[in-house]
């Protein structure tokens, strides 16, 4: 491209009933002429949404990294199988949730935004029962943590088989949470700020197979929403009920993240099909809330209305 040049990626169109097949269409200019604006573009099918149908972080965006976990000992034909097979899953899924594929920087790691974090967990949650569902390589089901697994009281229902994938995301609707802006290969959104960092950190967090998830999820605009405490773990469970399926979101308890010196909340979630997936609790955690509405860590007991980042010394966890 010439020197000083401007991408935007459009989205992918089928423009006509004269085309055999959908184009990708981008808009080229100088950087000087960038904020130029143009009505949308008129097609038949929007196959995928562009860049400036990505969310705005002043109205809210839920930023989400996915990474696919491949076994050790996998051959690269496996490997390359199993990858092409979850790549095209994630990409079929953000149609059905108005997600946005900001990149794909490595094979099987995806960055995503939604433009509501409801729509980013029902994406999430789908993307993991339907990893279930693949016609994963006969090979690749034989190898450890790729098994398939059935729901220990039911076991006619498979909760886990094929590739492991770790997702995190997290949620902010303020300018300052980030900002959005054109890559400069691609011209997709990508996101830049506090937000992303958050999110990346919370992917760090999160076990092959499941879905971590920062913040609080009180002001998730459902149907309803209501606390269980009969987990048996000692963690509050939230379940939201929406029009189409409910999400049953496990408390994790709060934990330290590399580079953020607030103590942050993460829920593990999942469909009700799933929610008996066992996972090891996140290596960052320092206080797990218990059913009496109290939280407890290392020589700590805190009660809510107590402020949990002022009452802890973070210098001591690092």
């Known amino acids: 491209l010439p020197p000083q040049s401007q991408v935007v990626f459009l989205g992918k169109h089928l423009l006509s009933r004269f085309s055999k097949l959908p184009e990708f269409v981008m808009e080229l200019s100088c950087q000087r002429l960038s904020q130029r604006e143009f009505p949308p573009l008129v097609s038949l099918v929007t196959i995928e949404p562009g860049y400036r149908s990505a969310p705005l972080p002043s109205k809210g965006v839920a930023i989400m990294f996915t990474k696919a976990v491949p076994p050790e000992g996998i051959s690269y034909q496996v490997l390359h199988r199993s990858i092409s097979l979850y790549t095209s899953l994630v990409r079929r899924l953000l149609r059905d949730f108005n997600g946005h594929e900001c990149k794909e920087p490595d094979p099987g790691k ?148 590399k580079g953020i010196y607030d103590l942050k909340q993460v829920y593990s979630v999942s469909y009700p099909e799933l929610a008996n997936r066992k996972f090891e609790a996140p290596k960052g955690l320092v206080i797990a809330q218990l059913n009496n509405g109290s939280m407890s860590g290392p020589n700590k007991t805190l009660r809510h209305g107590t402020s949990v980042a002022s009452s802890i010394d973070l210098d001591s966890l690092k």
């Open 110 to 257: 995806f960055t995503l935004a939604f433009h509501d974090l409801l729509s980013a967990l029902a994406f999430a949650c789908t993307l993991q029962q339907e990893l279930s569902r693949q016609p994963w390589p006969a090979k690749l089901i034989t190898l450890p943590g790729c098994q398939k697994v059935t729901d220990p009281e039911n076991d006619t229902r498979v909760i886990s088989c094929g590739l492991p994938v770790s997702i995190g995301c997290a949620y902010g609707d303020q300018t300052h949470c980030c900002f959005r802006k054109a890559l400069k290969t691609t011209g997709r959104p990508d996101y830049f700020g506090p937000l992303p960092n958050l999110t990346a950190r919370v992917l760090g967090q999160a076990k092959p197979g499941q879905v971590l998830v920062e913040g609080d999820l009180s002001s998730l605009k459902a149907k309803s929403l209501f606390v269980s405490s009969d987990t048996g773990d000692g963690n509050n469970t939230l379940c939201i009920v929406t029009e189409d399926r409910d999400i049953v979101c496990k408390s994790r308890g709060f934990v330290t993240l």
